[in-house]
């Protein structure tokens, strides 16, 4: 069965604290995303990776950055958390695909992160 | 860039009356994802559609595409409480393996 974990399903933090999101896939697949989900406006990409060591700024990459040194591991980086990252962050992994669309993406759990 | 609008934002139907979600788009839609999110979870893909007309179906879910490729509905038919949660649809942003998100659609099933 395909799996996607996140390191933490909760975790609270203090404003000014370097904050690491760990996601790890088991499916050999070459992207992984991170995204952050805020209610009434969805779904919104933070950054993209299609292999290791290459990453993609998504729609909101501003106060993140990521770490993609294994295959299976994609990193988060909150560099110094502030309130307005209070929200749920979603990594998702799917196939690289080169025509005909993207594949399906798989999602983790999803960790709900609060910056006091 | 691409738009997703989601109708309604919400919805609350008696356990077994049928619903529909729709999903309307800016921009012609080359690829379709229907995914749904149970409260304080992932997302589980649902139904991905492509070309103009197709329709799938799974268990006592329909997703259609309409022939333009610019709105995609969600059907329940007979809604249990199981099929409560959030439903998102995402779409091809056409380029480089990425999905942009509508916000999603709040349904809740009262039995």
């Known amino acids: 069965d395909v799996k996607v974990t996140q390191s933490s399903r909760y975790l609270v933090k203090r404003t000014g604290e370097k904050v690491f999101l760990e996601c790890v896939q088991d499916?050999?697949?070459?992207?992984m995303f991170w995204y952050r989900q805020d209610p009434g406006l969805g779904l919104r990409l933070i950054y993209f990776s299609y292999d290791v060591k290459m990453k993609e700024k998504g729609d909101i990459p501003e106060g993140y950055s990521v770490s993609r040194e294994k295959k299976e591991r994609f990193s988060l980086i909150l560099e110094s958390a502030s309130t307005n990252q209070t929200s749920m962050y979603l990594c998702a992994s799917s196939l690289w695909i080169l025509a005909g669309g993207p594949g399906e993406q798989y999602f983790g759990p999803g960790t709900r992160l609060t910056v006091t | 860039s691409q738009e997703l609008e989601q109708s309604p934002q919400s919805l609350i139907v008696q356990e077994g009356k049928n619903l529909t979600i729709n999903c309307t788009s800016s921009?012609?839609?080359?690829?379709l994802y229907w995914y749904k999110q149970k409260y304080g979870e992932g997302l589980i893909f649902l139904m991905m559609?492509?070309?103009?007309?197709e329709e799938k179906s799974h268990e006592k879910i329909t997703a259609k595409l309409d022939e333009k490729k610019q709105q995609s509905s969600l059907h329940i038919t007979a809604s249990q409480p199981s099929h409560a949660g959030i439903y998102l649809c995402?779409?091809?942003?056409?380029?480089?393996?990425?999905?942009?998100f509508g916000a999603g659609t709040i349904l809740r099933v009262k039995s």
């Open positions: 921009k012609t839609l080359y690829g």
């Open positions: 995402g779409a091809d942003k056409g380029y480089g393996n990425k999905l942009v």
């Open positions: 559609l492509q070309k103009g007309g």
């Open positions: 499916m050999d697949h070459e992207n």
